[in-house]
């Protein structure tokens, strides 16, 4: 495995698929390397003794090789792949699997020693907004040499299979994350630390980027008349300007809490007594912290781009991309309707762990690897 930052780790998505999958695929008696990368944590300094695995060999049977950085914005994810990649043509294996596409730029290598490669593309990176320029551009060329030189290309959305389909005229494959079915928590840990107690804040949780749409939720919210608090649960990801920007915004409005990253318990007891979760992305590739917002049981507010529509269907209450003023009557009218926000909740978790597995995720990837 090649392309996340590190496992175990909650630093991003693509850490949380690559560790359910590694781990569950060594469980199987399958021999993994994950390839981490050294550095500090993608929210800051001050969390790296949440990520500091670099003496790790191994976890739960999965091979642990960690490979130098160098710091910057988009250079760590470069240089970790780049090593990673020249490790992995001497490690004997089978195949290598890259996450994201811009590690995906590396699989070039080998294809050439003709060592088989699968890609899974977990969005269309080169449009998000904090790329410009030479990164924006060297996502793209991820993505293309993908579509051309990968033996097997996974996607996690059918808008991304077709728009694969339409601009390179490549087939790919259909596997979507999974989830499990979590243990409901208290709120003691929530309640010590911002005196939150159950169903009386509305919750989003996930980095704190631009396109994740938290500037709309921030001017939706502060028009509603409620006193239930806006949690925002999250660090930035080389986006410290944009995390002033929007507590800039926030500062006149006292409802609101920024957590800053948040994992484990703090984590667990967040989803579990909140009374709506938000995510109004402009952009994503199929996100994991719907997908567990939802097995926790809660009514989720999410914008109607395929991503978020394809993983809710009618479970979900569903509002127009980047329109605040349809925001923000969604999240009063839930507000003031206990009745229909618990209807959702009542439905939530079981659809979605029946819906998405994560047992079938690897048994589609190793039918994957196998062919």
């Not at 994950?34 to 091979?63: P, W």
Request: include cysteine.
């Amino acid at each position: 495995m090649i392309g996340h930052k590190r496992i175990p780790s909650r630093e991003g998505g693509i850490e949380v698929v690559v560790e359910e999958l590694s781990i569950r695929l060594a469980k199987l008696g399958h021999k993994v390397t994950a390839y981490n990368r050294k550095g500090h944590h993608v929210s800051g300094k001050e969390f790296d003794d949440r990520s500091s695995n670099d003496q790790l060999k191994e976890y739960k049977k999965v091979r642990i090789e960690t490979v130098p950085t160098i710091e910057g914005k988009g250079f760590a994810a470069l240089t970790s792949s780049f090593l990673g990649t020249l490790e992995a043509l001497f490690g004997h294996y089978d195949c290598i699997h890259y996450h994201a596409e811009g590690p995906s730029v590396m699989l070039v290598i080998p294809h050439i020693f003709r060592i088989r490669t699968i890609v899974t593309i977990h969005g269309l990176d080169w449009q998000r907004s904090k790329w410009g320029g030479f990164a924006a551009w060297y996502l793209k060329l991820g993505e293309k040499i993908a579509a051309r030189y990968a033996d097997e290309v996974i996607v996690l959305s059918k808008n991304v299979q077709q728009y694969f389909k339409d601009t390179y005229g490549r087939e790919t494959i259909f596997i979507p994350n999974g989830i499990s079915k979590p243990e409901i928590k208290e709120t003691e840990l929530i309640e010590k630390q911002w005196k939150l107690k159950k169903d009386e804040y509305i919750l989003f949780l996930g980095r704190i980027v631009p396109e994740k749409g938290i500037q709309y939720l921030i001017d939706a919210y502060k028009n509603v008349n409620t006193s239930k608090k806006l949690i925002i649960a999250g660090g930035s990801s080389d986006t410290d300007t944009f995390m002033s920007e929007i507590k800039e915004k926030a500062k006149s409005d006292d409802r609101i809490i920024f957590t800053g990253f948040v994992e484990g318990e703090v984590l667990q007891q967040l989803y579990s007594n909140a009374y709506t979760y938000v995510l109004p992305s402009d952009l994503e590739g199929m996100p994991i912290s719907l997908l567990e917002a939802m097995s926790y049981g809660n009514c989720c507010v999410v914008s109607d781009i395929p991503e978020c529509t394809e993983v809710v269907q009618d479970k979900a209450v569903v509002f127009k991309k980047g329109n605040i003023c349809d925001l923000k009557e969604k999240l009063e009218w839930l507000c003031d309707n206990y009745s229909i926000v618990n209807k959702y909740k009542a439905e939530a978790s079981n659809f979605i762990c029946n819906k998405y597995s994560w047992d079938d995720v690897v048994l589609s990837t190793i039918q994957l690897y196998r062919n």
